[in-house]
């Protein structure tokens, strides 16, 4: 269901794409957990699709929660977290808000040149 969502926000088909990652997200969540890898994926994409859209709050909202979740559960430096990280940064520039943006870029390249010299 996860790759299906994908293709169709890949196919530009949004509403399609939104309506079955909503299902997969809420379906992630009852079998595996708030905090598991798969549901915060598909949040994740979920996040994305709504910026494609143009329902950047939403975007917004739902890409904040991403990040807290995957600090608390892999740690501010892991990949995970570092790709949701850039993903707000650009929902930010979408919305206009550049320096929020600026800062959030500043923090995912300190995180890679530090998971680079480890």
């Not at 379906?27 to 859209?53: C, E, I, P, S, V």
């Amino acid at each position: 269901m996860s790759n299906l969502g994908l293709t169709y926000r890949k196919q530009g088909r949004l509403h399609d794409a939104v309506t079955l990652q909503l299902v997969t997200m809420e379906k992630t969540k009852r079998a595996l957990g708030d905090d598991h890898f798969y549901t915060l994926d598909n949040m994740a994409n979920l996040a994305n699709t709504y910026r494609d859209q143009g329902h950047l709050k939403d975007a917004e909202a739902l890409g904040l929660e991403v990040i807290e979740k995957l600090k608390r559960v892999n740690g501010e430096g892991h990949p995970d977290t570092l790709k949701s990280m850039s993903s707000l940064a650009t929902t930010y520039r979408d919305l206009g808000r550049l320096n929020d943006a600026e800062a959030l870029e500043k923090m995912v390249e300190e995180g890679r040149q530090q998971r680079d010299v480890s």
